[in-house]
């Protein structure tokens, strides 16, 4: 049965299945455009340490000034 609260029915259970949590999924499945392409954002990996910490340090990653680059990444895609 559909969740009226799901916009995006079929993004939603895409993710749910990727491992994401209902949380995050439901969060990403209901924002505007949600499942259209064109993101013009740079992959993690090419972005500097600093951009990292300060992407970091705006969702309110815990920890973040001990982590190196790689571990910044892992945190931010797992937040």
Same mark, same amino acid.
């Given at each position: 049965?559909?969740?009226? @609260?799901?916009?995006?029915?079929?993004?939603?259970?895409?993710?749910?299945?990727? #491992?994401?949590?209902?949380?995050?999924?439901?969060?990403?499945?209901?924002?505007?455009?949600? #499942?259209? !392409? #064109? #993101? @013009?954002?740079?992959?993690?990996?090419?972005?500097?340490?600093?951009?990292?910490?300060?992407?970091? @340090?705006?969702?309110?990653?815990?920890?973040?000034?001990?982590?190196?680059?790689?571990?910044?990444? !892992?945190?931010? @895609?797992?937040?």
């Amino acid at each position: 049965m559909p969740d009226a @609260r799901i916009k995006n029915e079929e993004q939603y259970n895409a993710l749910l299945e990727k #491992g994401y949590s209902k949380e995050k999924s439901a969060r990403i499945a209901n924002t505007p455009n949600s #499942g259209e !392409k #064109g #993101g @013009r954002a740079k992959p993690y990996e090419e972005w500097t340490k600093e951009e990292l910490y300060q992407q970091a @340090r705006k969702v309110g990653i815990s920890g973040r000034s001990y982590m190196a680059k790689k571990s910044l990444i !892992k945190a931010l @895609r797992n937040n």
